[in-house]
């Protein structure tokens, strides 16, 4: 089911002045978002590295949020989108929809878990192509 980390969403004060920071440690900018309130990617050079998703902390994202800033959730690649969604309700995991969501502007196919404050995601591969900024 799991090929490996798509991305690590993580919600800060400021999302320019990370990025600042997430560049001076050598990882690319590689998107801007404007779902949840703006949001950027960054990941380090290479084949395979995990994305790192920066957005504002705001107060209703996730419905458990802590009202801090920190890793909301944690997305995993998988083949297929409606397997794995199929998959996690065999095993009496509760899926946050009954079908697989599509962000528009990522080019993502997800699935999202929330329980006891775990937030996990699985995406599909196949997302579109990023635009270097």
Known sequence: MIKGIDHIDISVNDVEESVKIFQKMGFELLWRLTHV????????????QPIFELHKLLDHYPKENPGIPGVMHIAFRVDNAQKTLDELKAKDIRTMSDTPTFQPESGRTMVDIEESGLWLQFVEEGRKPFITL
């Open 37 to 48: 309130g703006g949001a950027v990617e960054l990941k380090l050079p290479g084949a395979d």
